[in-house]
């Protein structure tokens, strides 16, 4: 399986603290895309990060990638309670609408009041 | 940004009968769309590129016959789950990109349940 890794699996902290996950992949990507998933729901695309970047940052969201690692990580600052979420990360092999993507195993992450 | 849809959101069937689940780029063209199965609290696994115009290419594992998929204009794809069965119950979800993005926009997914 090409499938990447999400680590820690399942992650609870209080509000106003800072979330960070990770990701490992195993193979060369053109892109790693982070999105976010409430139970039950579709997927919301959270932000891209281009193989020849190292660090983006979007609103609370920071992230890195180190392809020598073959890692990224999602940091979240002073979560909320809406944060709850499962969080996943995903690779894109090419570039351009047909950017198949291969999803991380997700990490829960709960943010309690 | 970039809408899709799905319909419908959920559909319970009899084993044995076949369901089709729509994908729809409400505000874009999309020549290349996917579908991807969820189990519960499990990641998505790519079942199939849907290409307007040509034949699916489907990931390995996936049996064709079973999952039928097409791609008719650039703004739908239907998947054709054929005689369903139980091991089918799953969330599927579609996923499309505009022309030249390597975003992908997801639908909010279609809840299958066979009895």
């Known amino acids: 399986s090409q499938q990447g890794e999400e680590d820690p699996q399942a992650l609870s902290i209080q509000e106003g603290e800072n979330a960070t996950m990770n990701c490992s992949y195993k193979t060369s990507i053109n892109n790693l895309q982070w999105y976010r998933q409430n139970s039950g729901r579709g997927l919301v695309h959270l932000i891209l990060?281009?193989?020849?970047?190292r660090e983006k940052h979007s609103g609370r969201l920071r992230v890195t990638l180190d392809t020598s690692k073959k890692s990224s990580s999602l940091l979240i600052t002073a979560s909320r309670a809406a944060d709850t979420a499962s969080y996943f990360c995903a690779t894109g092999s090419s570039g351009g609408g047909g950017n198949k993507l291969t999803f991380g195993t997700g990490t829960q992450l709960k943010v309690e009041l | 940004g970039a809408v899709v849809s799905q319909h419908p959101s959920w559909v319970i069937c009899k084993s044995g009968t076949s369901v089709k689940i729509e994908c729809r780029s409400l505000d874009f063209q999309a020549t290349t769309m996917f579908w991807y199965r969820q189990f519960p609290k499990q990641s998505l696994m790519l079942m199939a590129t849907s290409n307007e115009g040509s034949k699916a290419t489907y990931e390995q594992g996936v049996e064709k016959d079973k999952f039928l998929i097409n791609h008719a204009s650039l703004t739908l794809s239907t998947l054709t789950v054929t005689s369903a069965h139980p091991e089918d119950s799953s969330f599927y979800i579609c996923s499309a990109a505009p022309p030249l993005q390597e975003t992908q926009y997801f639908g909010p997914g279609t809840r299958l349940l066979v009895l």
């Open positions: 990060i281009r193989s020849n970047e």
